[in-house]
């Protein structure tokens, strides 16, 4: 019996050493895929500190000025359905530094935000490369297109963001006048950290779709739920939108709810087309026995 025991509690360990080993290993190889996305991030953000000239003064002030696209685009549309209203004429604030570091800091972070951006591609990549091995086949075939799909809704996401909703914002907040004894001098880490708020934001609410479909594939996430949760997921997307709005204007929070309501529905036709190919597979599978 002891002799049993003996071989058993090595045939165990044994056993324990080859998982601690492999845990290791998986830590070693997440190691390296960290590692190249943080040298992936340091290289863009280098390249847009050459170029920080031109995203400081054309993209990040951009929303600031009259002449921006977006202004300029809702002047037309107010001519056209004469409406004067909608034509903005005035963007009444400052941008104050009120700290020694601040703009210094201004340069780095506009860099790293940037980075991080365009940078977002090759980070899925890395994801996807740490993934990959754990996947099947089948698995791997249906998740074609992935990072393609993922960067594109992202880069939808940020654009609508930063064309659309960013300038409402400060369209909106700039024009609340209280009181004349009130003047608007907002600091520039204020403006920045508004922008980047609600530009990556948006980006990571874009990426619906794609979430949907991975809970879907782990079995987690069904059309018929997805489609009972409307009503629910109606309330939550208005909340969603409110928190990302920074202001109290209701044009704007719909403006945000709208494309939320409709990557939900997409999100549903998703799951059931993933739901669908299950079925089938299933069906495939049983009727071969």
């Not at 050493?17 to 943080?38: G, K, P, T, Y």
């Not at 972070?109 to 090759?122: D, E, K, Q």
């Amino acid at each position: 019996m002891s002799s049993k025991k003996l071989i058993d509690s090595i045939k165990n360990k044994g056993k324990n050493l080859e998982a601690e080993m492999s845990f290791f290993e998986h830590l070693e190889v997440l190691r390296w895929h960290l590692i190249r996305s943080v040298i992936a991030i340091a290289v863009f953000a280098i390249l847009a500190f050459a170029y920080n000239d031109f995203i400081i003064n054309q993209v990040i002030l951009g929303p600031k000025r009259l002449d921006f696209w977006t202004y300029r685009m809702m002047c037309k549309l107010g001519e056209v359905l004469s409406l004067d209203e909608l034509c903005v004429k005035r963007i009444p604030f400052n941008l104050i530094s009120t700290e020694l570091t601040s703009q210094f800091m201004l340069q780095i972070n506009s860099s790293l935000l940037t980075a991080l951006v365009l940078g977002f591609p090759y980070l899925l990549f890395e994801i996807w490369l740490f993934v990959k091995p754990a996947l099947t086949k089948v698995e791997r075939k249906s998740a074609q297109g992935f990072i393609f799909y993922a960067s594109a809704l992202f880069l939808i996401g940020a654009l609508f963001g930063y064309y659309i909703v960013v300038p409402l914002s400060i369209n909106f907040l700039a024009n609340v006048d209280l009181s004349v004894e009130i003047n608007n001098q907002i600091t520039i880490d204020n403006y920045l950290s508004t922008i980047a708020t609600l530009t990556i934001g948006c980006g990571v609410v874009f990426l619906l779709p794609i979430i949907i479909f991975i809970l879907s594939k782990l079995g987690l996430m069904t059309p018929a739920f997805l489609r009972a949760s409307r009503r629910y997921a109606t309330v939550i997307i208005l909340v969603l939108a409110a928190v990302i709005t920074p202001s109290a204007d209701v044009i704007t929070m719909l403006t945000v709810a709208a494309p939320m309501f409709i990557l939900y529905e997409v999100s549903i036709m998703v799951s059931a087309r993933v739901h669908k190919r299950k079925e089938q597979r299933e069906k495939e599978f049983y009727n071969t026995k």
